[in-house]
Nanobody
Framework: QVQLVESGGGLVQAGGSLRLSCAAS????????MGWYRQAPGKQRESVAG???????NYADSVKGRFTISRDNAKNTVYLQMNSLRPEDTAVYYC????????????????WGQGTQVTVSS
């Protein structure tokens, strides 16, 4: 009923930029929060950035000042603008959303996207 689809990943050189997008679709009643996680080979999945319904944002220390999370409520889409990319940013980036579905009695569930690969070369 609800799907998250990420896009915008790719291969860039250190210092470059990418913008990731995540569009939520389906039987959505409301979205409480959306965010981004990433996971590199051999490493634990970690939170990168989040935004809640009020618009308040939160960032991991490793990306603060370089990444910006934003949303378009009309499109149920969250973005991650990534600037000054470093090789250590290389990972699969996953979209995450806290959503109430219209087909589940407005039950609140966490959904995950399929992931998009970001590779930063030195």
């Amino acid at each position: 009923q609800v799907q998250l689809v990420e896009s915008g990943g790719g291969l860039v050189q250190a210092g470059g930029s990418l913008r990731l997008s995540c569009a939520a679709s389906g039987s959505i009643f409301s979205i409480n929060a959306m965010g981004w996680y990433r996971q590199a080979p051999g490493k634990q999945r970690e939170s990168v950035a989040g935004i809640i319904s009020s618009g308040s944002t939160n960032y991991a220390d490793s990306v603060k000042g370089r990444f910006t999370i934003s949303r378009d409520n009309a499109k149920n889409t969250v973005y991650l603008q990534m600037n000054s990319l470093r090789p250590e940013d290389t990972a699969v980036y996953y979209c995450n959303a806290d959503i109430r579905s219209t087909t589940l009695g407005r039950a609140r569930q966490i959904y995950w996207g399929q992931g998009t690969q970001v590779t930063v070369s030195s």
